[in-house]
Each structure stands twice: as structure tokens, then as C-alpha cells.
């Protein structure tokens, strides 16, 4: 399922990216791996046919680092069936990562940060837009790209109070009466997202 | 950050992330409003069928369906 999301994510990234592509004569170019073991074997055994490229050969090189901080940040959120912001260029966002909520600006250190169910919020300008992720990863590129990928989210207004309400009390109950680990588990999860999306509401 | 003794709970209960993950979805989209809903509940569909080969030959398939085949 995230193998969609990096489709998405690749085509945006690339066409974000080339606005901050300027070239220094100090930059050497960064060559595409090509494994020249390989290339002289298929050479001495079939000299006709052209070597086949292996996949690292596709790849785009990394964009290089701007040596001045942009001004916004990119910002992808994608899911596995859909890609709810692309290439959206704002201020500040926050993820609701696993060690607590975690704002990034451009300029943001890269990072990767596993992601809780809990919500995301874009500031840019004065408007702010909140999605509710189910859980997910969010990196973070030295050239102040956010990638964010997530199983479900929606906007805030699609969720239902009382179907939250009704589910917290149903897995709070469930966490009481569990016995084996997997059931305490399941209904710690069901309490998390419930609370979380709670908090989402109210908040 | 985290120390490799520092699992999260769910591991430690002998859950995947992906199972994690799939459940933490199908909890959110169980919340949803109406319209949404029944929408996001039809991604949750699967179908496969799946089956073991033994000397060359398939066995039985293991077919698992939430699409309604008549």
C-alpha cells in the first residue's frame, strides 16, 4: 500500500525541487551509479546486446542542499489511494509524531519520524488546515520537502462525534475486560485512536 | 532516541506494524460520517485467491472474498 504513495510522492518531489537546483561551479555532478564489474563481464560474454540498466541507474540523483534556507516548505501528504496535498508550498506544519507533536519550518533538520494516530495541521499565512491521520511516516528532506504518507486521513468535519464517543466507551470497556495480550493490545489501539480523534474533535 | 529494549506495546504483543497500521485505518474510518464512510469501508475489500504448489502442481486455492460473489 505505500508502494502508491511513493509514486505520488516522487513526481512531486521532483517538480518542487527544481525551483531550488542552482548550480555551483564548486558542485561536482553526482554520477548515477553504474556497477562497471557487471558492465565488463556482460561485455567479455555478450558483446553485442547493450548491458541492461539496473534500477540505480533510473534514479534521479538527490537534489542538492540550497546553501540558503527557502522561504516555505514543501509539503506532499499521500495516501495509498489518493494524494490530499501536493506539492503545497506553506509555512509551518505539525505532525503528531510518536515522541509528541512536532513542528516543522523550512530549514527543518532532515528527518524521519513514525507517526501516531493524532492530527496535522498546515499553517500558511493565516488559513490552517487540520487532517486526522490514522499513523504513518513523515520525512523530512534537507531541501525543506515534507513527505507525509498516512494509510487514512480525512478533514476534520468528516468525522463523526458520537461514533468517537461510542467507540472510545466500547474499547475503554474492552481494555477493562481483556485478558490475553493481543486483546489488550488491540483494545489499547482502539482507546489511542478513539482518544486521539476526541481530542481532534474538541481541541 | 528510542533504545532497542523500548518496544512499542503492540509489539510486544506480537503485532506487525503493517497489522498496526491497518487496524489504526480501519478504527478511523469506522468514525467517519455517512457518505465517507461507506465509501472508505469499500477500500477495506479484498480479494485473493491464494495457492500452495506441491511437485509442480497447484493445490487447492484458498479464495478469500469481501466482494459478495454471487
Not at chain 1, 525541487?17 to 555478450?46: G, H, N, Y
Not at chain 2, 461507506?38 to 475489500?45: F, I, Q, V
Request: proline letters at 7%; glycine letters at 4%.
Amino acid at each position: 500500500m505505500f508502494r502508491q504513495a511513493s509514486k505520488f510522492l516522487l513526481a512531486r518531489s521532483s517538480a518542487a525541487t527544481m525551483r531550488w537546483r542552482c548550480p555551483f561551479s564548486t558542485d561536482l555532478p553526482v554520477e548515477t551509479a553504474v556497477d562497471s564489474k557487471f558492465v565488463d563481464a556482460w561485455k567479455q560474454s555478450i558483446p553485442n546486446l547493450e548491458p541492461p540498466k539496473t534500477p540505480s541507474a533510473y534514479m534521479k540523483p538527490r537534489p542538492p542542499t540550497p546553501s540558503t534556507i527557502p522561504s516555505k516548505l514543501t509539503v506532499n501528504l499521500a495516501l495509498p489511494y489518493n494524494s490530499l496535498v501536493s506539492a503545497k508550498e506553506v509555512d509551518m506544519i505539525i505532525v503528531p509524531a510518536t515522541t509528541g507533536q512536532m513542528g516543522v519550518l523550512p530549514g527543518h533538520v532532515a528527518t524521519i519520524a513514525e507517526l501516531k494516530p493524532g492530527v496535522l495541521s498546515v499553517h500558511d499565512g493565516n488559513e490552517v488546515t487540520k487532517y486526522f491521520l490514522s499513523s504513518g511516516f513523515a520525512f523530512v528532506h534537507a531541501n525543506s520537502v515534507a513527505d507525509i504518507i498516512a494509510v487514512e486521513a480525512t478533514p476534520l468535519d468528516q468525522i463523526d462525534q458520537t461514533l468517537v464517543q461510542k467507540g472510545l466507551a466500547e474499547f475503554t470497556q474492552k481494555l477493562s475486560s481483556a485478558s490475553s495480550d493481543e486483546e489488550k493490545a488491540e483494545a489499547q489501539i482502539g482507546v489511542d485512536v478513539h482518544s486521539a480523534l476526541n481530542a481532534a474533535l474538541t481541541g | 532516541m528510542a533504545s532497542y529494549a523500548a518496544v512499542p506495546f503492540w509489539r510486544a504483543a506480537g503485532m506487525t506494524y503493517i497489522t498496526y497500521s491497518n487496524l489504526c485505518a480501519n478504527l478511523v474510518r469506522q468514525c467517519l460520517k455517512e457518505p465517507y464512510r461507506s465509501e472508505a469501508l469499500t477500500r477495506e475489500k479484498v480479494h485473493f485467491s491464494a495457492s500452495k504448489w506441491v511437485d509442480g502442481k497447484p493445490q487447492k486455492p484458498i479464495i478469500r472474498s469481501d466482494t459478495g460473489e454471487e
